[in-house]
C-alpha cells in the first residue's frame, strides 16, 4: 500500500471517529440534560413561528400582488392584442409581437412579486442575467430558434395562409412561434420546423407572385393528328373559368417519344385554384380525346422477325 493510500485511510477513520463521537455527545446530553434539550426546541420553533407570523402580511400583499398582476396583464394583452387585430399589420407580425409582450409582462410581474417579499432589485436583476447566460448556454439551439424567428419577421419570405416547400416537405403555414413554423400538409398533418432551420433553408413560396403555372404533359399517337389534339386542348382550357387568359395558356409539342407524341399544356391560375385547375385539366382533356378519335397511347414495342 503506498503512502498516499495510508493517509488518506487514516483521514477517512480520523473523520468517521470524529462523527461518532458528534452523535455520541448529542445523544448523551439529550439523555443527561432533557429540559434544556426541550427548552431549546421549544425556543427553536417559538423563533419560526414568530417569523412567520412577521411576515405573513407581507407574503399576503405578495399573493394580492401577484393576483393583481395576473390580471393586469390578461387586461393589457387583451387590449394589445384587439389593437394589434385593427392595424394593418402582418397577421405573422402580429402574432409574434403578442408573444413577446406576454413574456416581457410576466417577468416584470415576477420581478415586483419578488421586490414586494424583500428580495433586493439588484439582487433579481443578477439572478435574472446569471439565469439568463445559464439557459443561454444550455439552450443555444432553441436561441437559434429565436433568432431565425426574428430573421422571418424581418424578412417575410412567407406569412400564415402561404403554401410553401421548405427542408424537404411542404404545407400550408398556420402558425409562425418565436421556436418553430407549424405547416398543415396536403393529408392535414402538422408539420413543426425550428425557425433556425427554416431561416436558413431554401424556401419555395407558391403564394408570393398571386399566379401560378400549372405544367400538365399528354401524349396522343403518331397516327392522331397533332393540330386537332392541340384544338381540343385549347377549348377545353377556353372552358375553364379559373384558368387565365393573362398570360395566354401554353400548348406546343415537347416532346417525339418512342410510342407517342407528348404535348406540353401549361396554363396560368390563381395560385389557390391550382390544385382544382390541374385535377379538372386532366379528367377533361381525357374526356374530349376519346370523345374526339384522339387516342392515348401506351408504352409499346414493335418486333420484327428477319428469316435467314
Known amino acids: ?168 416537405v411542404s404545407g400550408t403555414v398556420k402558425q409562425i412561434t418565436i421556436l418553430y413554423t407549424r405547416l398543415d400538409s396536403d393529408s392535414n398533418q402538422a408539420i413543426f420546423i425550428p425557425n433556425g432551420q427554416v431561416s436558413g433553408a431554401v424556401v419555395t413560396n407558391n403564394n408570393t407572385n398571386g399566379t401560378r403555372r400549372v ?13 386537332k389534339a392541340r384544338e381540343i386542348i385549347l377549348q377545353v382550357l377556353s372552358r375553364n373559368e379559373k384558368i387565365l387568359t393573362d398570360p395566354a395558356p401554353t400548348v406546343r409539342m415537347i416532346e417525339h417519344a418512342a410510342s407517342s407524341i407528348n404535348i406540353a399544356v401549361r396554363p396560368w391560375c390563381k395560385a389557390a385554384d391550382y390544385w382544382e385547375v390541374y385535377f379538372s385539366v386532366m379528367e377533361e382533356i381525357r374526356a374530349a380525346f376519346i370523345a374526339g378519335g384522339i387516342s392515348i397511347p401506351f408504352d409499346q414495342l414493335d418486333v420484327h422477325v428477319v428469316k435467314e
Not at 462523527?19 to 426541550?38: F, G, N, R, S
Not at 405544367?215 to 393540330?227: A, G, V
Request: net charge negative.
Open 215 to 227: 405544367d400538365l404533359k399528354f401524349s396522343i399517337s403518331y397516327e392522331d393528328d397533332y393540330q
Open 1 to 168: 500500500m503506498s503512502v498516499l493510500n495510508i493517509i488518506s485511510t487514516a483521514a477517512a477513520t480520523a473523520e468517521a471517529s470524529t462523527y461518532e463521537a458528534t452523535i455520541k455527545d448529542a445523544v448523551d446530553d439529550l439523555v443527561q440534560h432533557p429540559e434544556e434539550t426541550a427548552s431549546k426546541l421549544g425556543e427553536f420553533f417559538q423563533n419560526m413561528w414568530n417569523s412567520i407570523i412577521h411576515e405573513i402580511p407581507t407574503i399576503i400583499l405578495a399573493i394580492v400582488v401577484l393576483i393583481l398582476g395576473l390580471i393586469i396583464c390578461k387586461l393589457v394583452l387583451k387590449v394589445l392584442s384587439k389593437g394589434l387585430d385593427r392595424t394593418r399589420l402582418d397577421l405573422t407580425v402580429n402574432n409574434f409581437v403578442k408573444q413577446c409582450c406576454k413574456i416581457v409582462l410576466y417577468v416584470l410581474l415576477v420581478t415586483i412579486v419578488l421586490s414586494v417579499l424583500g428580495i433586493p432589485a439588484t439582487s433579481i436583476i443578477t439572478v435574472i442575467g446569471t439565469a439568463g447566460v445559464a439557459i443561454g448556454l444550455a439552450l443555444q439551439n432553441s436561441l437559434s430558434n429565436v433568432a431565425g424567428g426574428i430573421m422571418l419577421l424581418i424578412n417575410k419570405p412567407f406569412k400564415i395562409g402561404d403554401y410553401i416547400m421548405v427542408s424537404g
